[in-house]
């Protein structure tokens, strides 16, 4: 063989290695911000994030992105699973509460297939720094569920309930797979922690494919946030603003580590948040221009910012306006990897023609509908461009027991072109209400609504005589 062609072929050879190699995934989750508090999705925010205006420029916005609840452990369970959080039985705790509390008998059940089990038997090191909330007893934890490693936190930073006053609870636990380091650990230092961990794992995976979970603790849960010490005042929307300018720097790390580390273009990022921005005094979140706010079954409650960047795969600079949620990251990304497909039922949808940019691509919920459950209670369908508020006797939200009931009227929107719902239209097309009432029906039979159990439901995972997470003590 000639030596111009030994030549050719060895220069070739990394690239061929990089054509082959499998793709990492990083999936960034952020906690209780809204449409409405970044740029590139609302143009008139006091917030500075440059960083995921970046990332929007270079990849696709979703405008019509859905989280599967509008509060954390429903969402976070549909994200994992693939599945609808009554599905799995992660609709509701088991004291009643809408999000698991602490020292749960109640989690993710460890039959349920995991986005990070699934690629992790397809070769795939996976991670999760950040705010797990799918369990914290031993049998819930991400390394019992498909993860190499995890530091974070347990369950939501804002304890004690309001739910459930007067109830104690112990100090929120930093952990180290499944070892409490720290307890409580100081909300402001969180964000840089994570961030470097993430970081780490990236440099030290960048021979291997990965899959890095991130669901930040930020901006959380609390009526006053905790930004790290050098954004505090930063911004122009005291501390809330700035705790989400510290996201936008926490993302902006992570895409500057895989530029450094040279996979950059060998990495599908996708970045969204759980649910919408909550009632805060001052108001400071926005989920403009949806109308509502997180932990209600409203546009605001559910209806995500979500943006997917992978150079020279997902078309920079576009926007997909096609309905899409998070239970369909499972399918998607394990289509991309060539991981083994769930073989329990999920709910969720390859949505690869919606985020290659495939021509005339349809909402793969054309035909079928999505669901917006609150806790136990359906409340709404969405197919197309409408959205259906079912009538409801007596609807049910967070902190639903300690308020005066309120009944639901039937309401339907076009939620495409009246984005604040604004214009009532059930009277003008009985035939959408119509259809729409049919696939309510299917919810009702297969997954169930308030007590009645549907025939699709699974249990959730269960321990009895759940203990705190609490630091061991030392020996003597």
């Not at 994992?80 to 799995?88: A, L």
């Not at 609870?169 to 840089?192: F, G, N, Q």
């Not at 984005?419 to 029906?441: C, D, G, T, W, Y």
């Not at 919810?443 to 699709?456: F, I, Y």
Request: with cysteine; net charge neutral.
């Amino acid at each position: 063989m000639k030596l111009c062609t030994l030549f050719f072929l060895f220069a070739l050879c990394p690239l061929l290695f990089a054509a082959s190699q499998k793709p990492n995934v990083v999936v960034i989750l952020c906690d209780n911000l809204g449409n409405g508090d970044i740029a590139c999705f609302n143009p008139q925010t006091k917030h500075r994030t440059p960083n995921l205006d970046r990332m929007a420029a270079e990849g696709m916005r979703f405008s019509s992105f859905y989280s599967a609840s509008g509060v954390c452990t429903p969402s976070r369970a549909a994200l994992m699973t693939g599945s609808y959080p009554r599905r799995v039985g992660l609709h509701i705790s088991a004291i009643g509460g809408a999000v698991l509390q602490p020292v749960a008998s109640r989690g993710i059940n460890p039959v349920e297939e995991t986005m990070a089990e699934l690629l992790k038997q397809s070769g795939y090191a996976t991670a999760c720094f950040g705010k797990w909330h799918l369990g914290d007893q031993p049998e819930f934890l991400p390394t019992r569920n498909g993860f190499d490693h995890f530091l974070g936190i347990p369950y939501s930073e804002d304890m004690v309930h309001d739910q459930f006053p007067g109830r104690k609870w112990p100090p929120l636990p930093l952990l180290r797979d499944e070892t409490v380091i720290e307890a409580p650990v100081p909300a402001e230092t969180l964000t840089k922690r994570l961030t470097e961990a993430a970081v780490k794992f990236i440099t030290g995976h960048r021979e291997q494919p990965f899959f890095l979970y991130f669901p930040e603790a930020g901006p959380g849960s609390r009526a006053e946030c905790y930004p790290g010490v050098d954004f505090r005042g930063k911004s122009a929307n005291g501390l809330y603003g700035d705790a989400i300018e510290e996201l936008d720097w926490s993302a902006g790390e992570i895409m500057k580590a895989l530029k450094d580390n040279r996979i950059d273009d060998n990495t599908l990022v996708i970045w969204t948040n759980d649910n919408g921005a909550v009632n805060r005094n001052p108001p400071q979140g926005s989920n403009a221009p949806y109308k509502g706010m997180g932990y209600s079954t409203s546009e605001g409650g559910q209806r995500m910012p979500c943006i997917a960047r992978w150079p020279g795969q997902v078309p920079a600079g576009t926007t997909c306006t096609q309905l899409c949620t998070m239970m369909d990251l499972l399918p998607t990304i394990t289509a991309i990897t060539g991981a083994r497909p769930p073989q329990k039922t999920i709910d969720g949808h390859d949505i690869r023609p919606l985020l290659f940019g495939e021509k005339n691509a349809r909402s793969p919920y054309d035909g079928t509908g999505f669901y917006y459950y609150s806790v136990k209670q359906l409340q709404a369908v969405r197919e197309g461009d409408w959205k259906l508020y079912l009538p409801l006797e007596n609807k049910g939200g967070i902190g639903k027991a300690t308020k005066k009931a309120t009944p639901q009227k039937l309401a339907l929107y076009n939620v495409q072109a009246d984005l604040a719902e604004q214009n009532e239209s059930s009277a003008a097309h009985p035939e959408i209400v119509q259809r729409l009432q049919k696939f309510a029906q299917t919810a009702r039979q297969t997954l169930g609504d308030d007590e009645t159990h549907g025939s699709g439901q699974r249990d959730a995972g269960h321990v009895g005589n759940p203990t705190p997470r609490v630091i061991a003590p030392k020996a003597e």
